[in-house]
C-alpha cells in the first residue's frame, strides 16, 4: 500500500495532536513539520509531542523551502483562524500542487467573508493541481456537517436548529481562558465588547447549512453572552467562583426575509451539565439527531482533519468545500 | 438552472414514492416511468401517484427504448432487492451511460456476494460513462454510512454497533407480512426456514462499515428470530393477538478471527416501543449516535434515492459506494 505522505503545517495544540495521529496510522507516512516558533524550529517532532523515540522530522521556519523540498500528498494546515493570515501559506501550497486539510475556521466557506481571496484560491489550486478544504468540529462537523448529512433522509427541510454543549472544565486551559471562565461579568463584558470572544466560524456553519440545503439565508446574526456560574467549579487548571463567568453562550441565527431557518446554539462553560451535541431538522420527516456526552473538541478535531486527508487526495483540484467530498472516515 | 432530467425504473411502493419527491423537485424533472406490471403500463404515473393533473408520463414496459429515447441524466432504479436479478436492467443503462442510483440492497456493496457481476458492471459503466450506486435507509444509511459518517472524529474504532428499532405497526401492510405479523410461531419457523423472512442486505451492511473502516470482517453471521407478542396490537391493516408474532429481530455480526467487531440489531415489529435508530462506535473516543423516534422506512429511504441524484450525476463514471459519492442531501 502506497503511504500518503503528510507534512503538519502549524504545530499549536491541534497541529500537534493531529501530527501524532498521522505518525500512528499505517496509511499515513509523517514526512515535515513546520512551523515558526523559536521554542520549536530546530527539534525532533517527537520530543513537542513527549514521545519516547526521535522521529528523525525537525521542525523547519521556511515552509517554501520544506514544501519544495518534501513535495508531500498533503499538509494539514493549522496556522490560524482568519483566511488572510494563510492566503499566502494556502497559496504556496497550490501552486505546489500540494493537497491541504486545514483547521481555519474560515476556510469552511471561504468565500463568504473573502470572496476575492476565495476566486484566487480557487484559481492557483485549479492551476497547481492541488485540493484545498477546511473542516474541524466545529465549524466543519457538529453544527453544519451533521446537518447536512441527516438531511439525506428528508423530504424537506424548513429549518434546521443546532445545539452544542461542551463542559469547558474538561478542556485545555487556552479553552477555558477563551471562554472568559473566572473572569468577573464586567471584565468579561469589556473583554467582549473589543470582541476578544466567542466561538469563530458560526457564520460559515450558517452558510453551509445553507447553501447544502438550499435555505437561501439572507443575513446571519449572532449574539454572545457570559454564563454566570451559580456555584464554584474548580478545573485542573483554574477555579470559577460563585458569581464568576464560567464561559459564553453563542447564538447564531441564519435568517430568510426576517425569519430564522438555520439556529446554531452554543454553550461553552466550566461545569455545563449534560454536554451534547444535537441536531434538529424540521421538515418531512422532522429529524432528531443527538450525539449523547457530546464530541470532544480538540481531539475530534484533529481526526477530523487527518480523516479527510485522504478524500482530500483523491478529490479533483480546486477549493472546495466538505459537502463536495465523500465523508471523512477512521482508517488504520 | 439545468434541471435534472430523471427516470423511474421500478414501481413499486417505494420507486412510486420517489417519483413523486422528484416531481416536487424544482431542481429535478420526472421525464419517464418504466415498469413492467400489467397494471402500470400505459398509465400517466400521475393515476398511481392519486394526483388531481395528468403528468403528461406514460408508464413505459420497454426500459431500454424509453432510455435510448429519452437519454436521462439518471434512473431511479426500484425493482428488486438483488443484484442478479437487475444486472440486464443496470447494464443497459451503464451501456447507454446513464447514472443510477439503484435501492437494490445488494448494490450496497456489489461484489461482496456477486465479485464477478460486479467486476462487469463496473467495466461497462466505465466503458459507457456512467456512474451506478445503491443506497436506502437500510441497508444504505441507518445501519451502515452513519457509522461510517460518525467516525469521522475517531482516533480509533475497535467496534461498531448499529441497533434499529422500527414499529411496524406504523408503516405498510407488505412490510407487516414481511415480518411475518399475526403469524402463529409455528407457521413463522415453518416460513423462517425457507427463507422467507428477514431483512435484505444485511451483510452487505456489515461489509461497508468494516470496509469504510479497515475492521478487516472475514465471516459475516446473521440470526433472525420472531419477536412474540406479549398483548394484542391492532395495526391499519391487521390484527397481532397476544402469542401471535409481532415481527422480528434480526442479528448480524461481522467477525475478525472469531470477535465480534462489526454487531447490528435491527428490530421490525407492531408494537415495538421506543422506536429509534443508533450508533456506537467503541474507540477513542466513544461515539454514541442516537436518532430519537427513529427513521422512517419508506420515506426516507425514497428521499435518501432522490438525494443522491446529483452527487451520482456529478461523479466520475464506475460502480461506486456510498462512501465515495459526497454525503446526500437534501436539495429542494
Redesign the interface.
Known sequence: MHKLRIVSYGLGPIGLRAAS?VL?RESLELVGAIDTADDKVGRDIAELLALAEPTGIRVERDARAALERLQPDALIHCTSSFLPAVKEQLLEAARLGIDVVSSTEEMLVPDLQHPELARELDQAARAGGATLVGTG?NPG?AMDF?A??????????ERVQCVRVVDAGTRRLPLQRKVGAGMSVEEFTERARGGGFGHIGMRESIALVSR???LQVDAIEQTLAPVVSERAHTTPFLTVAAGQVAGIRNLGAGKRGGETVVELDLSMYVGAPDPHDEVILE???????????G??GD??T???LV??LPGVVEASPGLKTV??????????
Chains 1, 2 share one sequence.
Open positions: 495521529l500512528e468540529i462537523f451533521m447536512v448529512v441527516a438531511s439525506a433522509v428528508c423530504r424537506r427541510v447544502g440545503l438550499g421538515g418531512e420527516p422532522r429529524v432528531h439527531l443527538r450525539f449523547e456526552g464530541l470532544p481531539l475530534a484533529a481526526a477530523i480523516n479527510t459537502l463536495d467530498l465523500p465523508p471523512p472516515r477512521f482508517r488504520p
